[in-house]
């Protein structure tokens, strides 16, 4: 018998005809159905939708659960990232060394306020490579902004990213979309800096049933900016003191976020532990090769990336044909983006970024998310390290 109708004969046929998913939001709505219909029903009553006790709630629980002072609820994270930079001050020709590795937003936040991206390289676990990031500023003149991104659900060591921004002069803002409650050496990310970004899109930890996004600090003054920035730049009604933007977080979502995702999201986060922990004791395949954990993380698995060595399309398709769904993150690193040409930047040259391309060349992310249930998660172990390579 073969290994997954073995499986099925033990819990069931769902595993053998199932696709593992990457996200299952069917199973979220369906262990959380009444939560998040009574939710909605809250907000409909209240006949209150756009920043009233939903968004200011969620904010103070969000805050709260973060260990910072503030949140401001926002549209999306690409949203809070711009908002942060243009709190912080951020003007047309600013440098902003970042990674050449994350999703496009990191960039695109940058170049919205004018800025200028500077890349570094990444090191073995994908992140930001602050001797990578010495040796550009050495090259290429100093940075006003640095922008590292906790990928994957790792954290970066927030003691040397305080070092670098304090020796460069440089205001750090973290790109924490991936790695809510993520710490390092104890410090959940996004406090090193004056002011954080994160994200609520679906697929994140913490995901709303849309988009969203919000900005944490612990400065009332950036706090009060970040609001005003978000509605119009208005500081009183119909008093506008800034070019602000539509940016407000719905009371819809904030409802959901804070009834039904916020409350699960630690439960979650030690299930996704758990699942990663089976994939760091299971994997075996040596064509397969899992970026290390950086130093002092305690991360929260949003992705679980391994390293092909081979031809990672067949390794895709033969997870495929096991009824496991594969992603990458990200095939195509930011400085070899065609919009970059566009915000008049010239595309890097292939090799300038050796470890972020071996990534963006041999990166697969496995399936995990908090509903997976133990027998998919062995299928997915026993299906890699079957892979015929
Ligand atoms: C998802 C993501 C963003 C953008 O968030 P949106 O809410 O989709 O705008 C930014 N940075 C990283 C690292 C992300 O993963």
Redesign the pocket.
């Known amino acids: 018998m073969c290994f997954t109708s073995r499986l099925a004969a033990l819990y069931g046929s769902r595993v053998s005809t199932h696709v593992v998913r990457l996200a299952d939001f069917n199973a979220a709505w369906e262990q959380s159905r009444e939560a998040y219909l009574a939710a909605v029903d809250r907000v409909g009553r209240s006949g209150w939708l756009i920043l009233g006790s939903e968004v200011s709630t969620f904010e103070a629980d969000l805050a709260r659960f973060w260990g910072l002072e503030h949140a401001v609820g926002v549209a999306?994270?690409?949203?809070a990232?711009e908002i942060a930079f243009r709190a912080l001050g951020a003007r047309p020709g600013d440098r902003f060394l970042t990674t050449p590795l994350?999703?496009f937003?990191?960039t695109l936040a940058i170049l919205r306020v004018g800025g200028v991206p500077v890349f570094a390289d990444v090191d073995a676990s994908g992140l930001l490579d602050l001797d990578a990031a010495e040796r550009v500023v050495a090259a290429t003149g100093p940075v006003r902004f640095v922008v590292p991104?906790h990928?994957f659900g790792h954290a970066c060591s927030l003691s040397r990213l305080q070092a670098f921004c304090l020796r460069h002069d440089a205001q750090l803002v973290e790109?924490c979309?991936?790695a809510i409650g993520a710490r390092s050496e104890g410090h959940a990310v996004g406090t090193a800096g004056r002011v954080c970004a994160t994200?609520?899109?679906p697929t994140?930890n913490l995901g709303a049933f849309g988009?969203?996004?919000a900005l944490l600090t612990n400065s009332v003054t950036l706090r009060d900016e970040a609001r005003a920035l978000r509605d119009y730049g208005q500081t009183d009604k119909y008093v506008h003191t800034r070019l602000g933007m539509n940016s407000r977080l719905d009371e819809l979502q904030a409802a959901l976020l804070r009834s039904v995702q916020l409350p699960l999201l630690s439960a979650q986060t030690d299930r996704r532990r758990a699942i990663a922990a089976r994939y760091l004791a299971g994997l075996s395949h040596p064509r397969l090769t899992i970026p290390p954990v950086p130093a002092g993380s305690d991360s929260v698995w949003h992705l679980f990336p391994v390293l092909v060595a081979g031809d990672r399309e067949r390794f895709r398709a033969h997870l495929k044909s096991q009824g496991v769904a594969t992603g990458l993150h990200y095939p195509l690193l930011i400085p070899h983006q065609q919009a970059m040409q566009e915000a008049g930047h010239a595309l890097a040259p292939a090799g300038a970024f050796p470890n972020a391309e071996r990534f963006a060349s041999d990166e697969v992310s496995l399936p995990l998310h908090p509903f997976m249930s133990e027998a998919e998660c062995e299928h997915v172990v026993a299906s890699c390290n079957s892979w015929e390579a």
């Open positions: 999306s994270g690409l949203d990232l994350s999703a937003a990191t991104v990928l790109d979309a991936q994200s609520f899109y994140k988009d969203g996004g």
